[in-house]
Nanobody
Framework: QVQLVESGGGLVQAGGSLRLSCAASGRTFSSYLMGWFRQAPGKEREFVAAISRSGEITNYADSVKGRFTISRDNAKKTVYLQMNSLKPEDTAVYYC????????????WGQGTQVTVSS
């Protein structure tokens, strides 16, 4: 079982930066692939970024590639999302999620943190 708690959201002007954190509980954090998703008002939840268990492999949605960076610290059981050059269209609730290697879908989700980018 993994419990996830996001933090770091807030209000920022376009062009600014934010760093989201997702702290995990449990002893097996390093065995999970971790991802960030977001959901804007009136829209479906969408994939943002993912990182492998070791942190060596990352994957990004085209809309954030080159602006966002996902990373993890397995010793601290935390995954991060560094967001630079933010745009108003990045406004959403951001969720982190954990996926076991053998799972088809993400098994565990955090409660989300709001990111609002003003123009």
């Amino acid at each position: 079982q993994v419990q996830l708690v996001e933090s770091g959201g807030g209000l920022v002007q376009a062009g600014g930066s934010l760093r989201l954190s997702c702290a995990a509980s449990g002893r097996t954090f390093s065995s999970y692939l971790m991802g960030w998703f977001r959901q804007a008002p009136g829209k479906e939840r969408e994939f943002v970024a993912a990182i492998s268990r070791s942190g060596e492999i990352t994957n990004y949605a085209d809309s954030v590639k080159g602006r966002f960076t996902i990373s993890r610290d397995n010793a601290k059981k935390t995954v991060y999302l560094q967001m630079n050059s933010l745009k108003p269209e990045d406004t959403a609730v951001y969720y982190c999620a954990a996926k076991a290697v053998v799972a088809i879908t993400y098994d565990y989700w955090g409660q989300g943190t709001q990111v609002t980018v003003s123009s």
